[in-house]
Nanobody
């Protein structure tokens, strides 16, 4: 049984930084990709970014590109979301998720419906 556990959320002022972690367990992660999604208050869940386990290719939503960075530690089966220059509109519950498929094109990892496993989420609040 795959388990994903996010941590690192909290309250930060605009312009600050946070690093979220997603610890995975239940299988060996050597293929597919990990995604980060978020759900702002009162809004739909939206794609943040994704990273392939093999090779480390990444893909980001336009709204976070150049501010957020996803990385992974294959030895620890852990994925990170480094968030810099945070804005109040980044306030959301952040979820990590796992997609077993290996797509040729990274843009395909933006579809939430293709991810099979989800963490419980961690709250990020950015004050103005």
């Amino acid at each position: 049984q795959v388990q994903l556990v996010e941590s690192g959320g909290g309250l930060v002022q605009a312009g600050g930084s946070l690093r979220l972690s997603c610890a995975t367990s239940g299988r060996t992660f050597s293929s597919g990709a990990m995604g980060w999604f978020r759900q702002p208050p009162g809004k739909e869940r939206e794609f943040v970014g994704a990273i392939r386990w093999s090779g480390g290719s990444t893909y980001y939503a336009e709204s976070v590109k150049c501010r957020f960075t996803i990385s992974r530690d294959n030895a620890k089966n852990t994925v990170y979301l480094q968030m810099n220059s945070l804005k109040p509109e980044d306030t959301a519950v952040y979820y990590c998720t796992f997609n077993r498929r290996t797509y040729y094109t990274m843009t395909h990892y933006s579809r939430a419906e293709d991810y099979e496993y989800w963490g419980q989420g961690t709250q990020v609040t950015v004050s103005s």
